[in-house]
C-alpha cells in the first residue's frame, strides 16, 4: 500500500522577525551595539570571468569594470584562496560558508556541516530578534539549481543540515517591520494555529518514516530538519510576540521581482542595511542568483553553459555580468556608508562584509572569486597568496575572530588571513 502525503507550506508570521525600537534611554545599549561588528556573507553563482585576476591592483576592478573605485581602500580581493574541498565544479554556494567535503562521512550520499554564518549566530545573535537572517534569490534555473547545488541558502545548522531562506523582499519587509494592523490576539492565535499543524505534521512523519527504505529516510532526515527550524521560529515568535516593529526605514517592496537581475540585488541590499540599521540581526547570509543579469544582456542560455568561456564572446558576457553584480555591490557599499550609528561610525565600517563564489572560471574549484570589505579591516587592493597553500575556510575564520567571536578554528583551518587583521 503507498501512503502519500500532502505537501504543506508554513509561512513565517507578520511578527517573526522584531527588533527592539530605537530608545533615548538605551543610547548606551544602542553604541554598544553599533561597537559589535556586524557580518554580511554574499555568495553567487557560477563563477567569475578570468579577468577578476587580471593584475595584483584590482585593476579588473578599478579600471577594467570601473567598480568599486570610491570603495578601493576599504576592499580587499582575494587571490589564490582554494575552496577543493567542495568537491563538485556545479556548487558554487552549497559549501562556501562550511567548506566541508560532503561526501566524507560513511554511509551518506551527502553530509553538510555548519557554516561560519551559523558559529556566528550561535555565538554572537541569541540576544537579537533574529540570530541570523538567512536569505536568497527565488528559485534559479539551469544545471545544479542554476549553480548553487544543494540546499536552500548559503546556511547550514550544527547538524549540517540546509537552513531555509527567505527569497521574497516583500516577506523580509513585512519580517523586518512588520506584517500590517495584526493585533496581538490574531498573532497569537496564527502561532497557535502553526503549533498544531507542525504537531500534526511531525507525526505523519514519525509514522510514514517506518515505511520508508533507507535510502528514503535520509531524504526525510533533510526534509525534517526544515521542520526544525520552523519549530524554532515559531518559539522565537512567541518569545518576543510583545516587542513593537522598528518604523519603517525603507519603502515597502512590490510582490514582483526577477531573480537574480540588479533590481533585485538593490532590493535586497537596501533591506540588508535596513535590517543591520534596526538592529534586527548582526547577522546576514544572501544567496544570489544571476538570472535576471544574464537576461538584461539578452544571454538566450543560462550561467552553467557561460562558464565553460567557449570564445571571445563568451568573455565579454563574462565581464558584462561580472560589471552589473560588482556595480549593485558597490552601491550596497554606499548604502552602508550612508548610516552613521551610535558610536559615530559609518554602517560600513561596523560590519565586515564578504562576496564569493565556490567555483571560479571553467568549474575551477581552486583561487575562487572572493572580496572582503569594511569591518574597519587592514584592506589592501589585492591580498594575493603567492604559496598557494591557503584554503578559503582561512577567510571565514578571520571574519568571525574579527567580529568577535571566540573561535580558534573553522573547518579544520586554524589560521588567519594576518594582511586582514595585523
Not at 379 to 395: F, L, N
Request: proline fraction near 4%; charge should be positive; aromatic fraction near 8%.
Amino acid at each position: 500500500m503507498t501512503t502519500k502525503v500532502k505537501r504543506r507550506t508554513f509561512l513565517a508570521s507578520s511578527g517573526a522577525f522584531m527588533a527592539l525600537p530605537k530608545m533615548e534611554s538605551l543610547a548606551g545599549e544602542a553604541v554598544a551595539q553599533a561597537d559589535a561588528k556586524k557580518l554580511v556573507y554574499l555568495g553567487f553563482n557560477f563563477g567569475c570571468s578570468p579577468n577578476w585576476w587580471e593584475d595584483n591592483t584590482g585593476d579588473y576592478f578599478y579600471k577594467k569594470l570601473k567598480v568599486l573605485k570610491n570603495h578601493q581602500k576599504e576592499v580587499s580581493i582575494l587571490r589564490n584562496f582554494d575552496a577543493s574541498s567542495a568537491g563538485n565544479p556545479h556548487w558554487g554556494t552549497s559549501t562556501l560558508l562550511t567548506c566541508h567535503d560532503v561526501h566524507s562521512t560513511p554511509g551518506k550520499s551527502f553530509q553538510n556541516a555548519i557554516s561560519c554564518d551559523q558559529v556566528a549566530a550561535r555565538e554572537l545573535g541569541q540576544a537579537y530578534r533574529y540570530p541570523s537572517l538567512v536569505l536568497s534569490s527565488p528559485n534559479s534555473s539551469g544545471s545544479g539549481d542554476g549553480g548553487w547545488g544543494p540546499g536552500h541558502s548559503l546556511s547550514w545548522n550544527e547538524r549540517g543540515d540546509a537552513i531555509p531562506a527567505m527569497t521574497s523582499p516583500l516577506d523580509l519587509y513585512h519580517a523586518l517591520f512588520g506584517g500590517g494592523k495584526v493585533s496581538k490576539e490574531e498573532q497569537v492565535y496564527r502561532l497557535k494555529q502553526k503549533r498544531s499543524m507542525m504537531d500534526s505534521l511531525v507525526s505523519d512523519i514519525k509514522r510514514l518514516n517506518r515505511q520508508l527504505i533507507p535510502e528514503d529516510r535520509e531524504k526525510m532526515e533533510q526534509y525534517t530538519s526544515s521542520i526544525r527550524q520552523i519549530e524554532l521560529d515559531i518559539a522565537r515568535a512567541e518569545k518576543w510576540i510583545d516587542t513593537p516593529f522598528p518604523k519603517a526605514t525603507v519603502d515597502k517592496p512590490g510582490p514582483h521581482i526577477v531573480s537574480g537581475s540588479p533590481e533585485e540585488l538593490d532590493l535586497m541590499y537596501s533591506l540588508i542595511t535596513a535590517a543591520l540599521q534596526s538592529g534586527s540581526t548582526r547577522v546576514i547570509t544572501y544567496r544570489q542568483s544571476t538570472d535576471g543579469i544574464l537576461r538584461k544582456l539578452n544571454f538566450a542560455s543560462e550561467s552553467h553553459s557561460l562558464n565553460h568561456l567557449r570564445g571571445d564572446e563568451s568573455l565579454k558576457l563574462n565581464d558584462s555580468r561580472d560589471k552589473l553584480r560588482l556595480q549593485a555591490l558597490g552601491r550596497f557599499f554606499d548604502r552602508m556608508k550612508a548610516v552613521t550609528e551610535a558610536n559615530g561610525k559609518s554602517l560600513f565600517d561596523n560590519t565586515i562584509s564578504s562576496f564569493a563564489c565556490n567555483i571560479a572560471y571553467e568549474h575551477r574549484i581552486k583561487d575562487i572569486p572572493a572580496v572582503v570589505a569594511g569591518g574597519s579591516l587592514k584592506h589592501r587592493s589585492v591580498i594575493h597568496d603567492k604559496d598557494h597553500t591557503r584554503k578559503s575556510a582561512d577567510i571565514w575564520l578571520t571574519t568571525l575572530q574579527a567580529a568577535g567571536c571566540e573561535a580558534e578554528s573553522f573547518a579544520g583551518s586554524s589560521t588567519v588571513v594576518g594582511d586582514l587583521i595585523g
